[in-house]
């Protein structure tokens, strides 16, 4: 039975294309089905977040990932009493807009689209499941309902200020309320990825060699965890004991999840999705003292992984490779695809639609896919010496 303040699929506010709903599946299982029959979602097992595709065949990809979110999800999700559909669609969605290379390659993007309005991967993650996906003989985009866009658009919070403009274009539309917070579903998918690439970003890190077991049972949450490990299990080999101190992380960070946010429900008095909506403040939240110790796990990542000298010189390289292509196809857009061709006829001589267009051709592609054309097209190796796909084989946000 669930919360009177979770969705329900039966009081959806619709799709902006009507559709006869269906006999065996509710609205939110037929989201979450769509997104993953969607093109933008298979390539997600060719992107990753911190290093590229190639490496190694371990390494967290944004598609596992955007799967252990789900997971993450909809634990909390029926522990809290919410739609658990609802939240796995949002959660399996939340990645969708992320161009190759990680936040590597969306800041070189960014910064080749400050002229044209910029580049946003949540922005981008709209735009691809209401227009670029376009397999459907009715309507471009995969017509989702409204709840599962405002969760893709503002599962991180209310969206203010100056808007990128592919939200704002989709928002115009299709009004979103992008000023209030987002249902607890995407509130708890926002929460799920923090869990998840906190601690696969230990896991991938570690199988790195960016630092050692040594090093990160020092920080909180890892002391205790690795403490119980080797008081149960004394002998122990080094790969199990790992495993088993980051899945006791894991638990920890859910159960604090799920406790902290129950409270914060009751306390809350909401009794629909709607007063859940306009509180003012999110009801999914960590602890104040697991959002400390969270923070201290965070900047040991950014120093020890996201901004260690070996993963540097990779973010160097394929910033290359993203400074390389764009330009060219903005210059020579015959180059792209065929199937980009009507989008590239409509740009006519307006130079910051064309360059919208280049910039979601290159979001789409995977990391193996932009390294590839960069050989083709350019030649020789981008400027910082990046390898290709079919060069040695050895991450996670």
């Not at 909809?74 to 990680?102: Q, S, Y």
């Not at 120093?303 to 390289?317: D, F, L, Q, S």
């Not at 006829?345 to 932009?370: N, P, S």
Request: charged fraction near 25%.
């Amino acid at each position: 039975m669930r919360a009177s303040f979770a969705s329900d699929p039966d009081r959806v506010r619709g799709r902006r294309v009507h559709e006869d709903e269906s006999s065996f599946r509710s609205c939110f299982q037929r989201d979450r089905d769509r997104i993953i029959h969607s093109s933008a979602f298979r390539r997600l097992k060719h992107k990753t977040q911190v290093f590229v595709e190639h490496e190694g065949d371990y390494y967290r990809t944004r598609l596992t990932h955007s799967i252990e979110v789900a997971q993450v999800a909809r634990t909390i999700a029926g522990a809290l009493k919410l739609n658990a559909e609802l939240t796995e669609a949002i959660a399996l969605a939340h990645d969708l807009g992320h161009p190759p290379f990680g936040h590597t390659g969306e800041d070189a993007l960014h910064a080749l689209m400050q002229p044209y309005g910029g580049f946003d991967h949540n922005a981008q993650a709209i735009k691809i499941v209401t227009s670029l996906e376009q397999h459907y003989a009715d309507f471009d985009g995969l017509n989702l309902t409204w709840e599962t866009l405002e969760g893709i658009a503002k599962h991180n919070g209310p969206v203010e200020g100056d808007l990128p403009h592919a939200l704002a274009d989709y928002n115009a539309l299709h009004n979103l309320e992008l000023h209030t917070h987002a249902s607890a579903e995407a509130q708890v998918a926002a929460l799920s990825d923090d869990i998840a690439y906190n601690n696969h970003d230990l896991h991938d890190g570690l199988r790195a060699g960016l630092f050692t077991e040594a090093d990160i049972a020092q920080l909180p949450l890892l002391r205790e965890a690795y403490a119980q490990v080797d008081a149960l299990y004394p002998e122990l080999d080094a790969y199990r004991r790992r495993h088993e101190a980051l899945r006791r992380v894991f638990g920890v960070m859910v159960a604090d999840v799920i406790e902290t946010s129950q409270e914060r429900l009751d306390a809350s008095g909401a009794s629909s999705v709607e007063e859940i909506r306009h509180l003012g403040r999110p009801v999914i939240c960590f602890s104040d003292a697991m959002w400390r110790d969270l923070g201290e796990i965070r900047r040991f990542l950014f120093t020890r992984m996201y901004r260690a000298p070996a993963v540097m010189k990779i973010r160097a390289e394929v910033t290359g490779v993203v400074e390389d292509l764009f330009p060219l196809f903005l210059e020579k857009p015959q180059l792209m695809p065929s199937e980009w061709a009507n989008y590239i006829a409509h740009a006519g001589t307006d130079r910051t639609l064309l360059a919208r267009i280049v910039a979601d051709y290159i979001a789409g592609m995977t990391d193996r896919f932009a390294l590839q054309e960069h050989e083709r097209l350019i030649g020789g190796t981008p400027r910082a010496g990046v390898q290709t796909a079919r060069g040695t084989s050895g991450k996670g946000s």
